[in-house]
Nanobody
Framework: HVQLVESGGGSVQAGGPLRLSCAVS????????????MGWFRQAPGEEREGVTT????????YYADSVKGRFTISQDSAKNTLYLHMNSLKPEDTAMYYC?????????????WGQGTQVTVS
């Protein structure tokens, strides 16, 4: 049984850093697969949900959207069953609801599990 819960969102000044966390219940149900994907997505009001970053099987392959490349970093801590999104040099355009997601599949497929989201507001 897999559940994801985001935390760490809030308001931050432009240029500042912020770290989002995603606690994963049933962590080994995900990582026990031959391959799996974990990632972060975001959605601003009136816009489509977009992929921010994904990590295949614990970092074997990592991808970032062009808009965040060089500023955001995805990581995970197996001991804490937690996925992280480290964000630096934040811009107002980064304002969105951020969701963590996971799947027992390649990152090119649809995600199976989603968190409820955490709001990030950059001013």
């Amino acid at each position: 049984h897999v559940q994801l819960v985001e935390s760490g969102g809030g308001s931050v000044q432009a240029g500042g850093p912020l770290r989002l966390s995603c606690a994963v219940s049933g962590y080994t149900d995900i990582t026990g697969s031959d391959y799996y994907c974990m990632g972060w997505f975001r959605q601003a009001p009136g816009e489509e949900r977009e992929g921010v970053t994904t990590s295949l099987s614990g970092g074997k392959s990592t991808y970032y959207a062009d808009s965040v490349k060089g500023r955001f970093t995805i990581s995970q801590d197996s001991a804490k069953n937690t996925l992280y999104l480290h964000m630096n040099s934040l811009k107002p355009e980064d304002t969105a609801m951020y969701y963590c997601a996971a799947s027992r599949a390649l990152c090119t497929g649809l995600m199976d599990y989603w968190g409820q989201g955490t709001q990030v507001t950059v001013s």
